[in-house]
């Protein structure tokens, strides 16, 4: 795994962070042409992340890109440094993007967090919105389509589908059709969950954190 350097944090304790999520193609889960168990494959593909991670410039490069199977599961952006600017969080909301023509999140939503955002799954319901593309598909009975979210349950507690915060709202964000995306069940559950849990332990240590997600 790429060595993560650990930096001086602002005295106000800001955490910038940028995640750009990747929908991975369906090849992850064939071994030699043939369905393979699909828990072993889970495993077997988050390892990749220890291989050698690539680097591109800036987010509009990242379209360009052609997974294969057995490479990092990461790609850097700017050599990992995050242009966000912990200068700018000022209150606690999220900013949710409007869909395009096509009914897809394709510009990214923005959120500025604190630790008030950390939700139980106490309150999580069934998810009935349909992304667009929404499909699923199913290798060992198990299903390998998820419904992406831009900005995480876990840490979006009483933020309301407009992106304020509403103090008497103990859920987080769902079935809000400006956060959802149709993402594979390994990128969702594997990958993009890293950098959940540290967004989660950063609130939890009190900090403040700014935050990126765009799908591709």
């Known amino acids: 795994m790429s060595k993560r350097r650990k930096k001086k944090r602002r ?26 168990n699909l828990t072993n494959l889970f495993n077997q593909a988050t390892q990749t992340v220890t ?40 209150i606690n909301k999220v900013i949710y993007s409007n869909l395009d023509s096509l009914n897809r999140t394709s510009t990214g939503n923005l959120a500025y967090l604190e630790s008030r955002n950390l939700a139980s799954d106490d309150n999580r319901v069934r998810q009935y919105v349909e992304p667009a593309a929404w499909h699923q598909k199913f290798v060992d009975r198990q299903p390998i389509i998820n419904r992406g979210h831009l900005i995480a349950y876990s840490i979006s507690k009483g933020i309301n589908q407009n992106g304020h915060y509403n103090p008497s ?6 079935n809000n059709p400006k956060n959802l995306f149709t993402q594979t069940a390994f990128s969702n559950q594997r990958i993009q969950t890293i950098y959940e849990q540290k967004i989660r332990s950063a609130l939890r240590d009190g900090k403040r954190v700014v935050f990126f997600a765009k799908p591709i």
Do not use: C, M, R
């Open 169 to 174: 709202d103990t859920s987080g964000d769902q």
């Open 51 to 90: 291989n050698s991670t690539k680097n591109v410039a800036s987010n509009d490069k990242l379209a360009d890109l052609t997974y294969h199977s057995g490479e990092s599961s990461f790609v850097y952006v700017n050599h990992n440094k995050a242009k966000l600017d912990p200068q700018k969080w000022q």
């Open 11 to 36: 005295s106000n304790s800001l955490l910038s962070l940028i995640v750009t999520l990747i929908v991975l193609t369906g090849a992850w889960y064939f071994t030699g042409g043939q369905p393979s």
